[in-house]
């Protein structure tokens, strides 16, 4: 495994017409990384790694201070997993000369995440397009945890280059909760209240999908859910986030806040 702190050096010593798959990441590396890893090692001939906490994507300075981060766990893991490369830039080396252009969503797309999180999607698409514009990928693999970046960020993709989105399956603990860099921030106590809400979700949609006319049984739910702290709870299309659902292509989209911790699922 090499480790580079340079872009620059990067390109220099690596040859990127040989298949290299792409795993960005912020770091406080868990299972659901892991996945995405083994899924490029499966489908390409080399993985690179990228750890960078994206300041641009943090609408609350507090929130970026207190992201978890432990390199020396992180480096370890992926040595284990025999990564090719890793990229652990700064701030400069993404944003060179702080010359990132400044992306807009249109107000179609600001739901979900964007509607409570102004600036995030921008800052995710500003990184992203500073990463294709220096690495020659040609795949980059995504969780589906963070299925509104996925839709985001394959769209930009899809107009600015020919870089291959390839989405990965959620990974979860045996609770049912899925893993998250966020979770290091929870008690105990918490991961398990966040564990038995999320299974109480995921029931719930079971029986509305087969009945989506019946909005009542998702309003109950909010109703007598009322006790945690729900940033959102909404259906959407799985092809384009959309209200134009139906049994097949309908996805139900979650936010919310437990020992101060935002997390984010869907099923």
Do not use: W
């Not at 480790?3 to 990441?25: H, M, Y």
């Not at 209200?243 to 699922?265: C, E, P, S």
């Amino acid at each position: 495994m090499i480790i580079f702190k340079s872009i620059n050096k990067l390109n220099k010593e690596v040859n990127f017409k040989a298949d290299i798959g792409f795993v960005p990441t912020m770091g406080a590396l868990h299972q659901g990384h892991v996945s995405l890893i083994k899924k490029s090692q499966n489908k390409c001939k080399k993985t690179l790694v990228s750890i960078f906490v994206n300041p641009a994507q943090f609408n609350n300075k507090k929130d970026y201070k207190k992201y978890p981060k432990n390199i020396k766990n992180d480096i370890k893991l992926l040595k284990k997993l025999k990564v090719d490369y890793v990229l652990i830039p700064s701030i400069n080396d993404v944003y060179t000369n702080k010359n990132k252009k400044k992306f807009k969503i249109s107000k179609s797309k600001i739901i979900l995440c964007a509607k409570y999180r102004p600036g995030h999607f921008e800052g995710v698409l500003s990184v992203i397009n500073q990463f294709i514009k220096k690495l020659n990928i040609n795949k980059i693999f995504l969780g589906e945890k963070d299925y509104q970046q996925y839709i985001l960020i394959k769209e930009f993709l899809k107009k600015n280059s020919k870089v291959k989105t390839i989405l990965c399956r959620t990974v979860r603990m045996k609770n049912g909760l899925a893993y998250s860099s966020r979770n290091r921030l929870l008690n105990s106590k918490s991961i398990k209240v966040s564990a038995l809400f999320v299974s109480k979700i995921k029931r719930m949609f079971s029986l509305l999908r087969n009945n989506l006319d019946n909005r009542f049984i998702l309003n109950n739910f909010l109703d007598k859910n009322k006790k945690f702290n729900i940033e959102y709870m909404e259906l959407r299309n799985r092809n384009n986030l959309s209200k134009k659902i139906n049994k097949k292509n309908v996805k139900i989209f979650f936010a919310f806040y437990v020992q101060g911790v935002r997390l984010i699922d869907n099923f």
